[in-house]
């Protein structure tokens, strides 16, 4: 029957190379010289977000000293927002230079702009100086180092994913932890432009030794790397993480450049202030490792949708009331080790979603979603702030963070949900991926 004629010729060889099947990469193999590339991370996460959460220092120094003539409370609040805004908005061009030139090359310019941001808010004189150095240059150094390798980290691990991302996610509290005390004590003995000029030298050195560290297994793996990968878009439990992701970084922006002159405002020192931006890095670098470890063994869109919501319950339990600074402290130390989530667990998460070969592309596109509240949320946040109510200042901004927490963890629990309603297709997705 003419229905039943064979291919011949180019055809048949089309259709047994399609029949060929794909042979899938080796599987990671949960350790080996994964922990070394943890270990990178974790210098890079402590001396790049760890320097960007010191910003704190630097904004609570900013608004009690008039330093650069016309400068308002917005623009210092916009330049520590630009720390984030541009670290995500880079991704793309990072992921271009990752595809033509490997992991390393971005994270090398990175290594190289980051010093040069702080030499330049050292020797600023102009508020638009600052604006150039300490937030855009930085910003985008943060982000040509650090969003190469969280790509790296998930190819290394499937069991093992959250909690490996979870030590390296500590580096940023340690960091933090370190860099805030260090930089109010510099600022203290040898002053602004020099503690600036200090930093720069640290943060070289160590940001280099850690990228000489990482290793990527792109080779076996062979991920996307396009800039864009817009079809991601039409899954809904990828909508489902953005939205999360987009709604909490309000509350988390807030919370981070905000605890330090909230302590000013119900009376304390410049020290003090100091002390509870370094005890919310503490915070974070005890907590992040055992987010990772229960993510993975309770579920990693269900620990994360608990733990959003209880920063979000926090808020108005404990930092609402918190005129007292003991009481911040005991604040600080518990919200630092959860509101950090989204860091902690976005590569895991989105591993689980969309798979190791489709994560670069996916991740460009979770950078970008978090633009906007990145920059404007401290913004909003000092907007909201009434310095006439006194020691209840914060209360309106207070409430702005809770509540994005707290909306947040429905987008995640939405998510939960949908997952467990397709569960049959998640097992065998998820076996899949732990193949890749």
């Known amino acids: 029957m003419a229905a039943k004629i064979e291919a011949s010729g180019p055809e048949r060889q089309k259709e047994e190379a399609a029949s060929v099947p794909t042979p899938n990469p080796a599987p990671p193999p949960d350790g080996g010289y994964g922990w070394v590339c943890v270990f990178g991370q974790f210098l890079i996460n402590g001396f790049t977000w760890g320097v960007v959460a010191s910003y704190g220092v630097y904004l609570a120094f900013y608004l009690s000293h008039d330093l650069f003539p016309g400068g308002k409370p917005l623009d210092f609040a916009f330049i520590g927002g630009f720390n984030f805004a541009f670290a995500l908005l880079v991704a793309p061009f990072a992921t271009l230079l990752m ?207 608990v733990l959003t919501f209880a920063t979000g319950f926090l808020v108005f339990v404990l930092w609402v009331p918190a005129t007292i600074f003991s009481v911040l402290l005991v604040f600080a130390f518990i919200s630092g080790g959860i509101l950090g989530i989204f860091w902690a667990a976005i590569g895991p998460l989105a591993a689980d979603i969309v798979g190791l070969k489709e994560l670069p592309a996916f991740l460009s596109i979770a950078w970008l979603s978090v633009v906007i509240p990145s920059a404007v949320a401290e913004v909003i946040a000092l907007e909201l702030r009434k310095p006439q109510l006194g020691k209840r200042s914060y209360i309106y901004a207070q409430t702005f963070a809770g509540l994005s927490y707290i909306v947040a963890s429905f987008l995640m629990f939405e998510l939960w949900r949908s997952r467990r309603k397709v569960n049959p297709r998640l097992e065998v997705d998820s076996e899949s991926s732990e193949s890749l």
């Not at 410049?270 to 055992?290: K, M, W």
Request: net charge positive.
């Open 99 to 305: 595809r033509l030139y490997g992991v390393r090359a971005p994270m090398f310019i990175g290594v190289i702009l980051l010093p040069s941001g702080f030499i330049g808010a050292s020797f600023a004189t102009k508020i638009w100086h600052l604006y150039l150095s300490q937030g855009v240059c930085i910003g985008l150094a943060v982000g040509l180092i650090y969003i190469p390798a969280t790509a790296v980290i998930p190819q290394w691990f499937s069991k093992k994913r959250s909690l490996a991302n979870g030590i390296c996610s500590a580096g940023s509290g340690i960091g933090g932890l370190v860099v805030c005390f260090s930089t109010e004590g510099m600022i203290k003995a040898v002053g602004l432009a020099w503690a600036l000029r200090i930093t720069a030298i640290g943060v070289f050195f160590i940001n280099l030794v850690a990228t000489l560290l990482i290793r990527s297994r792109n080779k076996e793996i062979r991920p996307d790397l396009r800039m864009f990968n817009f079809h991601l878009l039409s899954d809904y439990h990828v909508q489902l993480l953005l939205a999360w992701s987009f709604v909490m970084m309000f509350g988390y922006i807030t919370l981070m450049f905000s605890l330090s002159d909230y302590a000013l405002a119900i009376g304390r020192s410049d020290s003090d202030s100091a002390t509870v931006a370094a005890i919310l890095n503490l915070g974070c670098a005890c907590g992040r490792p055992l987010i990772g470890y229960a993510s993975d063994r309770w579920g990693r869109v269900e620990v994360a949708g």
